[in-house]
């Protein structure tokens, strides 16, 4: 049984492995004894998170802003210059934009899908080959991306292109699935709800009480919420599993 769970000796990267849902999973992965690369855009970060999570595993820090894909072909580049192949992919890094409808601007649209969307797609073009190098069909590569529950149901915000990209996350999700399982890669998303976030701040600070009460579980969600569904689709308990979206939000997506 610890074996079917067992993610120790794999290696990892997680974008926007800096903070929030990212930091949570990178934390979790090197505690299960994986090697850990985190990628943020302030390069200070990175290495001040990376020392940390160094305490009880192993942990690199890499600066990358994804916005630019001269960016991510050079992140992929690094990673794969310094081991070869790659078992975990988390295509965590984001970005959010709120503002009423009419004034919504144009540049939120770029911005957002560009993070959101196109990066997820090209960080995980670009690291095909490594991840292919450390697949096989009883242990596959593993593709993570982080969608969010607002790409599932209408959000409470005027949050209008990052919920469009959350949406698109999952269904790109679905694509790549069935596009590389045939190189035992599996690609699955998570779709958190509430955590305790950077970008989830402002909004529990507003309605973060209305939230735990509109929850079936009472509460939002702990960094183990979140490092167990990464832990469960590195593993080999997650093995069989491709193509799927997992809500990770006590059921405020599915069963209200």
Not at 106 to 131: I, Q
Not at 139 to 145: K, S, T
Not at 195 to 219: C, E, N, V, Y
């Amino acid at each position: 049984m610890k074996n079917l769970f067992s993610v120790e000796g794999k290696t990892a990267l997680v974008t926007g492995g800096g903070s929030g849902i990212g930091e949570m999973i990178a934390r979790g992965l090197v505690q299960a004894g994986v090697k850990v690369y985190i990628a943020s855009r302030k390069q200070e970060v990175c290495e001040q998170v990376a020392s940390e999570l160094s305490e009880c595993g192993e942990c690199i820090g890499l600066s990358a802003d994804l916005q630019d894909p001269a960016e991510v072909s050079r992140l992929a580049e690094e990673v794969v210059g310094r081991e070869g192949k790659l078992n975990i992919l988390v295509n965590n890094a984001g970005a959010n934009w709120a503002a009423p409808m009419a004034d919504f601007p144009s540049e939120a649209w770029d911005k957002v899908l560009g993070l959101n969307v196109r990066a997820v797609f090209e960080m995980t073009r670009a690291l095909v080959p490594a991840l292919e190098a450390a697949a096989s069909e009883e242990d596959p590569a593993r593709v993570i991306n982080i969608g969010s529950i607002d790409g599932l149901t209408p959000p409470l915000l005027d949050t209008f292109s990052y919920s469009a990209s959350k949406a698109a996350v999952h269904q790109l999700t679905r694509v790549l699935a069935k596009k590389l399982s045939e190189k035992n890669i599996t690609v699955n998303a998570v779709a958190p709800g509430p955590f305790q976030s950077r970008m989830m701040k402002a909004t529990l600070d507003r309605f973060g009480d209305s939230i735990k009460k509109s929850a079936p579980l009472g509460r939002i969600g702990r960094a183990d919420d979140m490092a167990g569904i990464a832990i469960y689709l590195s593993s080999r308990a997650g093995a069989y599993v491709t193509g799927a979206v997992i809500p990770v939000d006590g059921g405020i997506s599915t069963t209200t």
